[in-house]
């Protein structure tokens, strides 16, 4: 099993900054992507940033910019830098990791931190 433990979320105002970090631990063979995700009240769960094992990343529209994902490959964590934080950032963030192994796929979560941004 492969357990994933968030850390850094809080409240900040607009315009603030944020830095989310996320570490697996456990039965690792190989973590082929790493992302964070987040939902917002009323909302569905949504793909903030997402980066491969080579380095490639993605991120939503909304965050282009302003967020900027980064991996340690050797220490299987994942990082958020978020920078310029509005309202409408203000969700749930979950760190999600994906691991193929012999032609199966597996998906892991942490149990998420809370970002809220607030005057």
């Known amino acids: 099993q492969v357990h994933l433990v968030e850390s850094g979320g809080g409240l900040v105002q607009p315009g603030g900054s944020l830095r989310l970090s996320c570490a697996a631990s456990?039965?690792?063979?190989?973590?082929?992507?790493m992302g964070w995700y987040r939902q917002a009240p009323g909302k569905q769960r949504e793909l903030v940033a997402a980066?491969?094992?080579?380095?490639?990343?993605n991120y939503a529209d909304s965050v282009k910019g302003r967020f900027t994902i980064s991996r340690d490959n050797a220490k299987n964590t994942v990082s958020l830098q978020m920078n310029s934080l509005q309202p409408e950032d203000t969700a749930v963030y979950f760190c999600?990791?994906?691991?193929?192994?012999?032609?199966?796929?597996?998906?892991?979560w942490g149990q998420g931190t809370r970002v809220t941004v607030s005057s």
């Open positions: 456990g039965s690792i063979f190989s973590l082929n992507a």
């Open positions: 980066i491969t094992s080579g380095g490639n990343t």
């Open positions: 999600h990791a994906v691991e193929r192994r012999w032609g199966y796929e597996s998906n892991y």
